[in-house]
Structures are given as structure tokens and as C-alpha cells.
């Protein structure tokens, strides 16, 4: 970590940040300049508050070095982790689909989506049973009897589920659940994270709003440090001043983050956009920028059912996506597992 | 709320469309033009998913008429709220104070820092127990114990206290608080929001760092609708492109936010920038654009104390403050409570 | 165009709204609820400026039906645009690679890279000459000599050339430019769109760092407007809070601008990263999502010229990608020409 | 200037790099870590491309020490820049009020608004002539003649005028305006800053809509490097995802950016929000945030003349929001000249 220091600060207050420092159990570098000195860290500085080190008034402008997060940073684990779920496994060269309804409505519903994504190649089932909504007044999901009947699905299909956590209240509800995903809203729920930590399960980690690469890793980190290394990233977008989509998804992220962490990445193609036209040609840009696969919004009868359709595509879409994600995956030297 | 419906849409599905709106209860106008079809809902449409029409394919836009927040809309609630609390009216014409150290650390710093603040002109005590923290390697405050700290420096001073929750697990731990702040980051817990609203507490709600106005109305909506009506809201800077500062002190949203609803809302310059010396004319902003109330850092010993200084200011300079703002308030047409 | 009007607002207030609408030309329907007002434009609402009408203190919001771009508008020119260039076809089912260097260095240079761009694909040859830098001590580029060398290197390899405008003024020195660039942060100068307007060049129009699609379209439209329909609309990526990469490429952008308007729209890889590492996989997800082509910095000795190089890829980087994308073309119903 | 190097990289690529850094006439200090080499880099680095460093691969990032801007840093002027304009001192303590129409529409209507303002107590009188806009078919001002009569208003109140250009091929019209505009969309239109750089004319710049003040001051940089060092910058909001005001006015930017340069720095409340309702409020807090001055938009009949009224406030108004802000002056140590 790298201080510049104003050139107008007094050398109590420099000591005063020196002594500090010292404290901390790092080492200091100090290099005096015409216009500015220069303090660089040395040791675990992973520790050290930024924002706390940006805000002193002697302080000009603080760089990290190292990144602030161990357990989930490539550097320290060159290898891609490859998780093997229900004999499945995600990262490294293996392309995973996960494919399933908005919201669980019934056992007939979900079973019968579970069929038909499984025979079009999905290798997770999908479902949300508690809904995060905006508004009070909108439909929270099944809940409970949503998770049990995931479970029915599961049990005919044998395909594992993925399904969304909202507290760390709910955890003993989800035994059953292969993947917990943890939503955007959530994704700084540092409660929440470090309760899944202390579970097994692996966990779907959706990217926040407003957050950057960096915070998401920290929030990996987070479900880390407390035990728990099975993690997936998923890119859904990130708010910017565009309003024609609901949100931008950050595709040029996907390289990135791959470089940065071990960790498998997936895109959610459904939920950026809002629009089910779209899911198609973005799951092909996800696929060409590198992922390790998508979450994908599937209903089974759009035209009856509108309200979970409308984000979803038709398990025929689906299916005609995958053969088309299929071509594509030796280009980009993946294969489906 | 209207709809504006493609040109090229089929009418069976414009038909089922119709069905499924009227079976939320509502009904609809319809208009049809030349290049669009229009539709009218009338009715509660604050039920309504709009972003699950906006994804249908029929589907080219959608717009609200009705806000979709009812507790929180001035429009049915035309007075100011105003909270009474510890002896101290929050709202309307008056100006509220709430001042303390970023983290409770000791017995000695707390009592101290609430006798100067108190001293200094303000309302209240704030103090960090549970500390909210990107990194999980970060010191995550004294927790249950901060609390107990925070209780006696109440008893001491006879300061309410005002202070932050990071999960509905803790409710019962925060029984002795008389202000419960939700953090930027929680702004969208829901579990937590409902949570809170089955309390009788007042609720600090801050805004969240890419939510809009509409979504911080709505969170508010979320406490309210389980009963507690005990809202004040606090803008704390959004995230935008610019990095110079760590946030954006959205400061046009204050009398925006106060045409839409009947809640006070204060403003936090603190956090804002994460810079000291822009606490003093941020704080005079705020005053300016007809703020109810400031929530401040104000730290006892900042040479010594590197940590916590750091963003705050002193008891003196927040002294010096308190009476320019004190000069200001007649031109907004407030007081001093 | 909706306008929603405030149930407060005063009858004298609606009526000089009223009669001012209709002398603009357009009639109104109006329909009077409880809470609100709402008025419906009928005409050609293209003329009106709807921020004008947004901040009336009697309108409470305002929605368009209409796009306020009509020779631009895919609702009024159903079919693809085809331009021809130098034997090419750009738009359509036809998807065109345009590449060169950062900046024209010197004639052996853009001679040497011309030739191999074009063996590995490449229609077109792009190369800087006037250079829009941030710093005014930067390196401004060859200017008008720089076009001179771009001619030599047409002369030689038969390739239409693209480079980048940066004022009105100097539109006589472009005559032998193929196709005209307008810069991002050019995007809304208006006096230059509108010289270009009177031109019969094809123009390259990328988005601004903050422009929305609905601008970006506008400004094509500017230039329609004058006369000259010859546009290629270029994503290079917008200004977001993440900082990681220079800009965020909105690669959702691309359908729906090809839903909104007929004209061709083709991606830059190159600047919206700012990495040259990035470029291949930015380049294959621009592909799958349906972009009619892409701008690609190339250079040919990336080691021993630093400056050029850096964000550059080698010309054989750029035919194996050319490779990569030719096989992905048929999966997207695209051909290269 | 400090550069971070990868821990992968080959001598080979860092010698390269230590080489051309050495031709472009600095030194380099390299200090060689476990994880990384850090270079350190002295002279005059503001001719270096910051985002040319970034690109390279051996590079893991890039950290400015000097700003990149030289006649506008404050390091290197302390004193404040004062500048004299008709008579009225502009900078330092003194608060500068700039008021009059959006458009100039009529003789008529210019001089009877002049009259009025000054009568408030603006100091300088600002009209539209050239208009920027977003639509090709929007009215885009009188133009040549709104100068005109801009003119004809200075001779009869003796007020300096302000008004705003759009290309650099205007200058001459222009001669007999005292302060030019640049606007927000052409902050980064270099051709045009060079062209006024080139002039003696005071030049008020605009903050662009998705520009950081670093940018910003670089653009102040590129007037200034041509021997023009009259500039007064100008806040008007900047663009985020929140939509329910036109901008974000970033106040936060003022006390940041009187840091950094020693120019005077003015605040527009009107075009931020695009809302008259918030033009007292925000001028309230632009004063108590420490601004320069306001540029207000000023109409005589809003209740006849729509189009011109709808985002301005009338004399009468900003004649009581000047008395408001007289008081508040002594707070922030500034004085009505």
C-alpha cells in the first residue's frame, strides 16, 4: 500500500500516522520528495481501512498494492476451482447451465419445467420462492412451501436446485437446497454472508447494483474467511444512467474477474435486461466473453401464464439456445459437462 | 398507470393482456391510435410488477401515475410528521442534531464525547456498535457491548441514542435504543425492513448507494406497512461515476423527497465524502436546501485517536457548526428544537 | 406524448398549457381523474422539447409515445440500411471488420500495417490522425499529414480508410476519407454534426461516455436531418462507477438499437477496456450479440513501439480472431462480405 | 507517477518500458517486491498518457502523484485568481450573481429582464443566442441576432453580457461578448477550447455531464496552455442513474475543486435540475457549500411566455433569493462586490 502525503503536513502528524501504522504490525518505506512524501506499507495490509487512510487530512491519496482479499485471489491459488455438485462440475473448462422458473408456483409447474430444461441441457434446476420485491404489496413467493416443492422436483428429476436466501433466519430451511444464492440486494449483507459461512453448501453469489469487481470479491471473501470456499460469482448487471435497460450487465467484467480470482463465473442473461428478447443474444456474448455458464429464466407457458412468463423464455427457446451455445463452446475451449 | 402497447402486437395476446389485469382487480381504458395502442389502469395499481409488464413483449413502455408508496405519499398524508422523541420533536419546522463518534470504543470516550456534543447543541447521541465493513478482515465494532456502552452514556447524559443494525437476530439486543439506524447497505434487506416494522422504534433509514428515491420511499413503505410509521430518512451521498469523493451528496433529493412524502429527512455530510474538512460546508448545504436535521461524526481526540478522527470533527469545531447553522436557520424558516 | 398534470394545479394554469400545445400545431385529449390529469398529444410531438415540459411546475411527469427521431426510426424504415462502401456492404446480414493503428505514425508504418490487416480480413482501414486528447501536452497527432499517409496506404492496398473529425473547420482536408469518424465526446456537437450533414460522406457516430440511446439516435438524426442518411452507429462503451476497465461496453445495447432504428451498429473492443487483452473475447461477445461488425486497434510491432502498441493487438492476434468470429457468423445469420 | 508492475512479467518487457519512459525525459526509481516492482516516476510527468500505462500488459496499475495540470494547480498559484470584468471582481471573497434568460427571444424582452436582474443585484446578464439541443427540429436560439441584441441590452444597462458558444468558427460574432460560455456538452471540444484559448476573453466552463474534475480542469488547462488564463468554472449537475431530477448537482465538487485550482468557481442551480422549485434551494446550499457565484435563469412573465419561463424563476423571486443569500455571505467570509 502506497500514502502520498501533502507536502504541507506537519511532522507531529506524520509521526502521529507513522506510529499508527507501526501498530498495525506493517512496515513503512518513507521516501521524502520536492512536492510530496511518499510512505510505502509493507506487510498484511489487508487489515487497514482505505477509506479510514484516505480521509486524514495530511493524507493525499492512498493505492493498494496488493488486492485486499486472500482466499479468493488467483494470485495465491493459480488453479481454477472446480466444484463438483450432484455430479456436476462447474469452472475450469466445464460450461454449466442453470435453468428454471421466476417463481415456484405449484408441483405440477415446477416438475414439469424440471423435465423439459433438463432434456433441453440444463444441469441445475432454478426456482425463487422468497421473492425480493420493491414493494410490500407484491407477491413474496411461496416461501417455504416453495423450497418443499423444489425438493418434489428434485426427488422425480434428480437434478440439484439452486433457489434464493433472504436471512440468516432461513438457513435451516434450505437443507435441501444444493445452491443458495445470495441476491443483488443481499450482496452486502455481511450478516447473511458470514452465516453461510459457517454452512457447506455452495453458494450463488450474485454481484450487487452498485458494486464493484473489487467489493464482490470482498464479499466472497467474507463466506471465505468463515470456512466456506464453494462459491459461484454471477454477473446480472450493474446500475447506470442507461434506463432502457433495467440494468447495464458488465460483460467486460466476466475476463476480468477471472483473472483477479479462482472462482467460477456465470452471466444471469434475464434478470439485466428484463426483457425475454434479449436473453438469447446476451447468453451468446456471455458465452463469447468467457463465462462458465448462465442462469437462465425458463417458463413453460407463456401465453397462459403471464406473469412468470414475461421474463422468460420457452423451454424450446431454451433448448434452441443451448444447441446454438453448443457450436459456439470449442471456440471459446470449454466443453458441457 | 398507462401502458403503451406495439403496433405489431396480436390481439389475442393484447386479450390476455386484459384478462390478467382485470383479474388484479383493476380496470382498464383503452385507446387505440395509429402507431400505439394505449391502456389506463385504474385502480390500486400499487400491487402492480412494473417491471413485469415492462418485460412483456407487447409491451413498449409503461409509466406510473399513481406513486406505488401509500403510508409514506404526502399526497395522502398532506401534514408534516413529526416524531417526538426523548423530548425532542424530529420534522416539521424543527432542526435536529445528532452527533457522536463513527465507533463506541470505551466507556471513557463514549460519556465523554455525549457531554461535549450535548454540550455543543445536540439531540442526540450516535455511536457504531455493529459496524458495517467491506472487508470481513476489518474490525466489526465492539457489538453487544457498544451497545451497553451506548446505554450508559444515555443514563449519564440523558441522551437518546441512535445506532446502527445489521440483522433482524439482534432486535431484542437493541431494546435500549431509542433510534435503530438501517445502514446504506441494508437499505433493500427486506427480512430486516419487516422486521422493523413490527417494532415500535423510530427507524433511521439511510438511502442506499444506487437506489433511486422511489426504491428509498418504497423501503420506508416497507417498515410502515407493518405498523411502524416511525420513519426519518437520511440521505448519505450516492454512487456515481465521480471517485474524487467516495460518494455524491445527493442534495437536490432533499426537497424532492419532501414534496413526495411527510417524513423528515435529514442529511449525513460524514459519510458523504469521507473527508473532514468537508463535513463543515456540507453541513451548511444541507442546512440551505431545507434539511431537517444533520447526523454527524464528532470525535473527541483526533490526534491521538488516529482511527476514528479520521472523518470526523472535533467537539469544537462541531460547536463552531452548530452556531453557524443556528445563524442560517431563520432564512429556512427553522428552529432549533 | 402523455402528460400527467398535477390535480393542485389551477385552471388558468391548464388553460395556458392548453393553448400553448395547440399553438405548436398538435391537438390535445384530455381526461380528468381524481388525482390527476392527464392530457394526450396528438401530432407530431418531434418539435417539442420535453424537458421544457417536465419542468412546469403543473406537470407532474411526462412520457413520449413517439421516438422524437424519425428519419432514424426503424418504425418508419422497416428494412435494414445497406450502406456501400468501397465495394463493401455494411449493415444487413453483412458483418464488416474495420482495422488499423492508434495513430498514423508514418508511411512505412500504416503502408506495412495496412496490408496485413487486409490479408487477415480486414475491409476497412482505420488509423488516427487528428487525436482528441484529454491533456493538452499530449501528442495531438500527424493532423493533416497524418491524412496524407492514410491516403498513400489507400493508394497502395485499395482499402477505404476511416478516421476521426474533431472540427467543422477542417472538413476540406477529409475529402479523401471514405468514412468520417465523430468522436464520443463529440457526439453532441451539434454545429459539427450538422456540417457533416451537408456532406455525402458515411459517417462512424459513436456514443458518448454518458449519452443515452435515445441521444445517441438524435444526434444520427442530426446529421440525417441535413441530408446525409450514410451512418454507422459505433458502441465503444459508456461512463459507470466501475472503474476496473476505462468504460463499461453495453453490449445490451446493440439489439435493442437495431430494434429502434434501421441504420448499422458496430462495436469498438478496443477503447471501451482500454486493455489489449480484452479485446478477443470483448470481440466474439460482440458478435453473439448481434453487432454488424467491429473497429479494431491493430499494430505491428507492439515491442519495440510502446506507445501504439499498447491497447493494440498484433495483426496476428486480429486473424485469429477474424478466424474465431467466421466460424461464429452462421450461428448469428451474419456473412462476411 | 508510480507504476505497479506484474510479478509475471519478463526483464525483457520492463527494460522496453524503463527505455521509452527514459525518452520521454524522466527518471525512473525501481523498487523490486516479492509480489511486484514498483517505478517510480520524476519530472515532468503531465505529458505522460496515464491510460497508455494502464493498457499495458506488465502493468497492474498506475497512480498519479502530480495532477496533470499545471497553470490551473493551485500548488503552483496559491493566491486565489481574481478576475475584473466590467468593473466587478470575480474569485477571491467576492460572490458573483449572473442572471437572465434562457433564450433571448425580443429587444424588448432582453432589456426589460436586464433592467430587472440588475435592479436585484446580478452583476452580469446571461441570455441564450446559440442554443444547444438535443432534437435537429427544436427552436436553436436567434443566434447572430440574439448577440445582437445581447449587445443592444449592454449599451442600455452597462451590464457585461454572457452567452454561450457552439464551434470554434463563431469567435468572431462574439466580439462583443464579455464572458463566452463553453457548455457542459462541449467540455471536451478541443478544437473549440484551443480556439479560445486564443482569445482575451473571460471564458465560463461548464462542467460536462459525465466528467470528473480532473477532466474538468484539464479542459480549464487546454484554454489556459494557448495563453488565455481567464476561466470561470461552472458546476451544473452531472449524470447518474437517478432520474427524477434532470442531474445530480454535485456540490460536494465546489470546496474539492477551490482545492485544487485557484479559479473561481460558480454554481448553476437551474439547468441542474431542470425544476424552477429548486433553484432558490439549491442556491441556498451552492452558498453554503462555498461557491463563487450563481448563473441563474431569470424570466419576466412566466405566465404568459411558457416556453421561456418554465425552468426559471422571476425577477421578483431572485430578488428575494438574493436578499436571502446577502445574509447568509458572512457565514461563508464572502462579500456582494
Known amino acids: 500500500m502506497i500514502l502520498i502525503i501533502k507536502s504541507s503536513s506537519e511532522k507531529k502528524q506524520i509521526n502521529n500516522l507513522l506510529n499508527w501504522i507501526e501498530r498495525q504490525g506493517l512496515k513503512v518505506h518513507m521516501s521524502v520528495g520536492d512536492n510530496s512524501t511518499i510512505l510505502g506499507l509493507v506487510g498484511d495490509t489487508s487489515i487497514i481501512d482505505i477509506d479510514l487512510l484516505r480521509s486524514l487530512d495530511i493524507v493525499e491519496s492512498v493505492k493498494r498494492i496488493q488486492e485486499p482479499y486472500k482466499k479468493a485471489n488467483r494470485k495465491f491459488h493459480p488453479e481454477d476451482t472446480i466444484l463438483e455438485i450432484n455430479g456436476h462440475k462447474v469452472g475450469g473448462k466445464n460450461f454449466t447451465y442453470i435453468a428454471g422458473p421466476c417463481s415456484v408456483e405449484s408441483e405440477k409447474q415446477i416438475i414439469s419445467i424440471a423435465k423439459e430444461v433438463k432434456e433441453a441441457g440444463a444441469h441445475f434446476l432454478r426456482g425463487g420462492a422468497y421473492k425480493p420485491r420493491t414493494s410490500p404489496y407484491s407477491f413474496q413467493g411461496l416461501r417455504e412451501s416453495g423450497i418443499e416443492l423444489l425438493s418434489k422436483a428434485k426427488k422425480e428429476t434428480g437434478m440439484a436446485i439452486v ?175
Chains 1, 2, 3, 4 share one sequence.
Open 163 to 337: 433457489t434464493e436466501i433472504m436471512g440468516a433466519n432461513d438457513i435451516d430451511i434450505f437443507e435441501d437446497v444444493d445452491i443458495i444464492q445470495v441476491g443483488a440486494r443481499n450482496m452486502q449483507n455481511f450478516e447473511l454472508l458470514k452465516a453461510l459461512g459457517r454452512t457447506s453448501k455452495p453458494i450463488l453469489l450474485k454481484r450487487g447494483l452498485a458494486n464493484t469487481i473489487e467489493e464482490w470479491l470482498m464479499s466472497a471473501e467474507y463466506i471465505m474467511s468463515e470456512g466456506n470456499e464453494k462459491i459461484i460469482l454471477c454477473e446480472r448487471g450493474i446500475r447506470t444512467f442507461e434506463m432502457y435497460t433495467r440494468n447495464t450487465l458488465d460483460l467486460s467484467a466476466i475476463p476480468l474477474v477471472k483473472e483477479l480470482t479462482h472462482l467460477p463465473v456465470i452471466v444471469d442473461p434475464s434478470h439485466a435486461s428484463g426483457l425475454s428478447r434479449l436473453v438469447a443474444p446476451l447468453s451468446l456474448a456471455a458465452t463469447g466473453v468467457g463465462a462458465d455458464g448462465l442462469i437462465v429464466e425458463v417458463h413453460n407457458d407463456p401465453t397462459n401464464a403471464l406473469c412468470d412468463g414475461a421474463q422468460s423464455i420457452t423451454p424450446k427457446q431454451f433448448s434452441s439456445l443451448v444447441e446454438k451455445i453448443d457450436i459456439m463452446l470449442p471456440i471459446v475451449n470449454k466443453i458441457r459437462n
